[in-house]
């Protein structure tokens, strides 16, 4: 799958935890998957692997969906 980004992540609004939002969606059905968090690490690496790559606050550490967890 191709994508670009035309967004710096400095313009997004984190929160005070340094997090934002991340929804993950079927891109065919449209239908919501799940909801999880990024930092600016995460969010980085996402766009450098095009692995998608969480924070988990339990943790307090990156995960990558699937490779932890189901």
């Known amino acids: 799958?191709?994508?670009?980004?035309n967004f710096s992540i400095e313009d997004l609004r984190f929160d005070n935890n340094g997090l934002i939002p991340a929804v993950a969606q079927d891109w065919l059905e449209g239908s919501i998957l799940m909801l999880?968090?990024?930092n600016k690490e995460s969010l980085t690496?996402?766009?450098e692997t095009k692995n998608v790559h969480y924070w988990s606050r339990?943790?307090?550490e990156?995960?990558?969906k699937g490779a932890t967890s189901g």
Not at 1 to 5: E, I, L, P
Request: net charge positive; hydrophobic share 40%; charged share 20%.
């Open 1 to 5: 799958m191709n994508y670009s980004t």
């Open 36 to 38: 999880a968090w990024m």
């Open 45 to 47: 690496k996402t766009l």
């Open 58 to 60: 339990s943790r307090s």
């Open 62 to 64: 990156i995960w990558r």
